[in-house]
């Protein structure tokens, strides 16, 4: 498995000119960000978060040298506020999104490039949720028509949907879609996408199966009552996100709860994005809640 933490670099910039002996790392993926912390920040404590057991299990063992030093919990940080101390961090991290684990594990059903079942739970264990493969069954076509607009910004979200519920094929798996996707996009256009033309319905699904963006406005709702200093990190990837991010933070901004410390969204370098592809969306904005 390999780790490319999006943006480390930045993120430890913003860690460094703050208290950081408690650092909560809200989505720990693989756990670059927390080794991160680990290594450059000798006297802290991490406590790293995810909704995803896997990670939780793969990260605790990849990071056990470091002790007592690092915890993991698997929790949601939608229910953030149900974790106790939570008020007593002085830096809480979110990348948000999908990890590489996730992504190149085709039994999880996140990848348009492997087989797999059409899942895309983050978790499993989790029975509010239903499978990309459940959501394609029971939602109407002007409901996936939907999905697929909003959360991937799809131009052929109509016609998608309409295919999907012709098909007398049942869609199981990820190659089903793949290939009805690309039995219903035109030739000339996906060879002009300069991209998987199967990528924004994937995308779409996977934040619609995990309630991504509901999830986000709960965390920003608890983050937005804290009293404490407290630095906010913030790495997205969709322009969802990173506007209900930034309209959060003009909101507490603006109710004096603390400063900006990013008036224009950070990105990622040219290198970082040569050397990783998943960097290229990339956007960082951070906040500092002051004491009141
Ligand atoms: C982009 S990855 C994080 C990668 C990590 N920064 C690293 O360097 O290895 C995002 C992670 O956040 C987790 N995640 C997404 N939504 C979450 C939520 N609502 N609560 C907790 N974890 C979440 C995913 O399961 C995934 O493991």
């Known amino acids: ?167 007398r094929k049942p869609l199981n798996t990820t190659s089903d879609l793949v290939n009805l996707i690309r039995e219903t996009l035109p030739q000339p256009v996906q060879r002009k996408m300069g991209t998987h033309p199967a990528r924004r319905v994937f995308q779409a699904l996977r934040i619609y199966v995990n309630n991504e963006t509901q999830e986000l406005e709960n965390l920003l709702k608890t983050l937005g009552n804290f009293h404490h200093d407290a630095l906010i990190i913030f790495v997205s990837y969709h322009s969802i996100e990173d506007r209900l991010v930034k309209k959060n933070f003009r909101e507490w901004q603006n109710e004096n709860k603390g400063k900006i410390l990013t008036r224009h969204p950070l990105t990622p370098t040219e290198f970082e994005i040569s050397q990783n592809y998943r960097a290229r969306s990339a956007k960082l904005r951070a906040f500092f809640i002051i004491r009141y």
């Open 1 to 167: 498995m390999t780790h490319e933490p999006v943006m480390l670099n930045e993120v430890l910039d913003f860690v460094k000119k703050n208290s950081h002996s408690r650092i909560l790392d809200g989505t720990l993926g693989l756990g670059g960000y927390s080794e991160g912390f680990l290594k450059n920040f000798p006297d802290s404590f991490v406590l790293g978060l995810d909704r995803d057991q896997q990670a939780i299990n793969f990260a605790r063992e990849r990071l056990k040298i470091f002790g007592e030093r690092f915890a993991a919990v698997h929790k949601n940080f939608g229910e953030l506020e149900n974790i106790p101390n939570i008020k007593s961090f002085d830096v809480y991290a979110f990348d948000l999104g999908v990890s590489n684990m996730q992504i190149t594990t085709p039994e999880r059903g996140f990848s348009f490039q492997n087989d797999g079942p059409l899942d895309m739970r983050m978790n499993p264990d989790d029975e509010s949720l239903l499978t990309a493969r459940e959501v394609l069954q029971r939602c109407d076509e002007r409901e996936l028509a939907k999905i697929f607009w909003d959360y991937g910004e799809e131009k052929f979200s109509r016609q998608i949907a309409a295919a999907i519920k012709k098909s």
